[in-house]
């Protein structure tokens, strides 16, 4: 495996995907040289969506699943001495009790979940796909079918130029379409009744996955990518029937030996899909290249992936041994290069969301300008490191994009198109959350528990990084009140009766008045967060500030 990110010789990571279906750990050693050696990789079916209808609460059973398969996971990957990444995608993150099962796992186990949005899954994913398949000089389509989501991208080199997430995947349609088939019924009662929930399940991804194909379809693309599981078996299954008449079994083909990529054209798709169809349940065990733990969701996930074909007019798809694991191995390990990548990546798109929505994006880089400042100016006082810093950053970036739908509630409404928006990639859902109430306590009324749900949701810790970013970004935003950029310097003392935060003018013998009033008016949460009174004063620029009066500034 090939990659960027600069890590020690000998360094070994783990990466643990904990999907709807299956729990994946890929174990890795890092090279100074920027590869990879796969040491070991993990597979355990957990089912952690099934029986959830709309997958809105994770079951008991499910979550003691859950834990056990990390549980002996973590043992493996700390008898190799391994830093761990672990992930979780739609079964986790649309859960009700969500938080629930990410508690139970730190307090059994000491790892901390990062839940990841669907669009965030599809970018992990592309990257793995980028480690494993000669396609980075091509324009791509890549489709994942998990349990719980399905996501689509299109792709060119590493940028992702499109993607999609939807809810749809082989747990969530079988249990959906095919859960009552079988028992007592007898074979001919079955595969009836299979054939009228096909048409059934059919009509029903055809009417999400088509606005999908509508938006992507035109962007165009050179080569189609599967991934994950579903595809995986069924190409499996392809390869089994067309080079031994249909006789053998899974494990003849494997599509990560790296004998040759496995490949599925859409008339071997549609035969696999009648013959599914045409199979009772209980007796799918005997087709051959059909992983006997998927069983009962193949069907689901080959009229899904049927559909698809269609509405995009695929004629043949590659299959990439590598996805979201691989992807997070690549991406979110705090090393080297791939540490630098993924803040380049946040800043970027938060920089076009920002000249997309925001009428004066100017105005946000000034302020973001100045909220790092006085970030490194406090950092004894608030303790915080490089990755509050970031997301400051990003807020102060972004604070404004709620002006494009008005400017009454702006701040609400960036809220909503922050936590929203597809084109912030890089962040983790929790990142997103912070990000989005951070920009959305940029005025108006403080952090409220009582008041604000979103808020109220985050634990205390958290809370704190909120109510001290926001106060820092509100101060920011004070500093550019004219949006002149009128201050050169900040500089921040600390006495014995508070804090002091100098500022001295962009042009000597500029008026700051405006900008120091506007600052000392939002210094409050920031007061109230750090515990300690804040005065803004104006400085002669030689490190002697001289206080401004209230009188002087409004005036």
């Known amino acids: 495996m090939t990659g960027s990110i600069e890590a020690p010789v000998d360094q070994v990571v783990a990466a643990i995907d904990i999907g709807t279906n299956s729990f994946h750990m890929v174990i890795a050693r890092s090279l100074r040289s920027g590869g990879f050696d796969i040491i070991t990789t993990e597979k355990e079916s957990v089912r952690l969506g099934e029986g959830a209808g709309e997958m809105k609460r994770l079951s008991p059973a499910a979550m003691d699943r859950g834990v056990t398969a990390l549980t002996r996971m973590l043992m493996v990957a700390d008898s190799h001495g391994a830093t761990i990444a672990a992930v979780a995608t739609s079964a986790v993150r649309e859960a009700d009790n969500r938080q629930e099962f990410l508690d139970r796992v730190l307090e059994e186990t000491g790892l901390k979940i990062e839940v990841i949005s669907g669009v965030e899954e599809a970018r992990l994913i592309h990257l793995g796909v980028l480690q494993a398949l000669p396609v980075f000089d091509q324009r791509l389509l890549m489709i994942d079918i998990g349990g719980g989501s399905t996501e689509f991208l299109i792709g060119q080199g590493e940028q992702m130029v499109a993607a999609r997430s939807i809810k749809l995947g082989a747990i969530r349609l079988t249990d959906m379409f095919f859960a009552d088939i ?71 083909v494997d599509a990560g030996s790296g004998g040759g990529s496995l490949t599925l054209t859409a008339a071997e798709l549609d ?34 992936l049927q559909v698809a074909f269609e509405l995009f007019d695929i004629q043949s798809l590659t299959v990439s041994p590598f996805a979201l694991r691989e992807g997070v191995l690549y991406d979110r390990l705090e090393t080297g290069m791939s540490s630098r990548r993924l803040a380049d990546l946040r800043r970027t798109n938060a920089w076009r969301l920002a000249h997309q929505l925001d009428p004066d994006a100017v105005h946000a880089e000034t302020c973001a300008v100045h909220a790092l400042t006085l970030f490194d100016e406090m950092a004894k006082l608030h303790r915080f490191g490089e990755w509050e810093r970031q997301l400051l950053e990003m807020a102060a970036l972004v604070h404004n994009v709620g002006l494009f739908l008005s400017h009454a509630a702006h701040h609400k409404h960036t809220y909503y198109i922050v936590r929203n928006s597809e084109q912030l990639t890089g962040f983790t859902d929790r990142e997103l959350e912070l990000l989005a109430l951070i920009a959305r306590y940029h005025r108006k009324s403080h952090p409220s528990v009582k008041k604000h749900a979103e808020f109220a949701r985050l634990d205390e810790a958290d809370r704190h990084r909120v109510r001290v970013l926001a106060g820092l970004l509100r101060v920011a935003i004070g500093l550019d009140r004219g949006h002149n950029r009128a201050i050169s310097k900040i500089a921040v003392h600390q006495g014995g009766e508070g804090l002091e935060i100098s500022v001295a003018p962009r042009d000597i013998g500029s008026d700051l008045a405006l900008e120091v009033f506007a600052a000392q008016e939002r210094s409050n949460l920031l007061s109230a967060a750090l515990d300690i009174p804040i005065e803004i004063v104006t400085g002669s620029g030689d490190g002697n500030p001289t206080s401004l009066s209230d009188h002087d500034a409004v005036h």
């Open 182 to 252: 079988g028992g007592k019924q007898g074979r001919r009662k079955q595969i009836k009744e299979q054939a009228k929930a096909a048409a059934r399940c059919r009509k029903h991804v055809r009417n999400l996955v088509t606005p999908v194909a509508n938006d992507l379809a035109s962007l165009g693309h050179t080569i189609v990518v599967g991934c994950s599981g579903t595809i995986t078996n069924l190409a499996t299954m392809a390869s089994v029937r067309s080079s031994d008449g249909g006789k053998g079994s899974s494990d003849d």
């Open 271 to 304: 035969e696999l899909v009648e013959l599914l169809i045409e199979t009772p349940k209980s007796e799918r065990a005997d087709i051959a290249g059909l992983d006997a733990k998927r069983v009962d969701i193949i069907l689901g996930g080959a009229l899904l």
